[in-house]
């Protein structure tokens, strides 16, 4: 399956080279750019539900992601799955769940996120939903990029696993061979 994913990441022009400022701060000579599959409701169809088989067997009753792709991926998987979705935005350098959104104490949630870098977005997502009694059953991601194990205490599932290589401003061998750092996409 992750050779059929990954067909879908090169048809979508999903994957680019270059000199990347990550939204985590980190440099990448390698970008996802996320919104190429999701432009596509077939590819965003096919990839949400691998999430959703995944955890099918978890009786999951809500899906939660941040803004901005998670809010995508948050409800195709939810459609999917049958439960609601909600999305956590930043507000004040935190996430949390505005719009009346509620999680129920004890409610079964499935996080979702586009890409896995560092886990922030994610670890934010995951605190606003303990914050308001939820309990997090899992994650989902397309792409696993990250080159360490990060360990969420709840079970991973990455459509595609793709480490790649990042770099702190201070020892990115891009600026040092001042090729143009590229700033893709937008905070949120």
Known sequence: MSHEVMEI???SGAVKEGHFLLTSGLHSPLYW???RILQYPHYTEKLCRLIAQH???QKIELVAGPTTGGIILSFET??????RSIFAEKEE??????????????????I????LTTGGSIRGTMNAVEKLGGIVIGI??????STEKIDFAVPLFSCICSPTVVYT????????????????????
């Open 9 to 11: 990441f090169k048809m």
């Open 33 to 35: 750019e996320k919104f």
């Open 55 to 57: 955890f099918k067997q």
């Open 78 to 83: 939810a459609r999917q799955l049958g439960v």
């Open 93 to 110: 350098g935190i996430r949390v769940f505005r719009r009346d959104f509620n999680i129920a104490p004890g409610e079964r949630v499935l």
């Open 112 to 115: 979702v996120d586009d890409i």
């Open 140 to 145: 989902g991601v397309l792409i696993n990029r």
């Open 169 to 188: 401003a201070e020892e990115c061998p891009l600026c040092a061979a001042h090729i143009p750092l590229v700033r893709p996409g937008s905070k949120s």
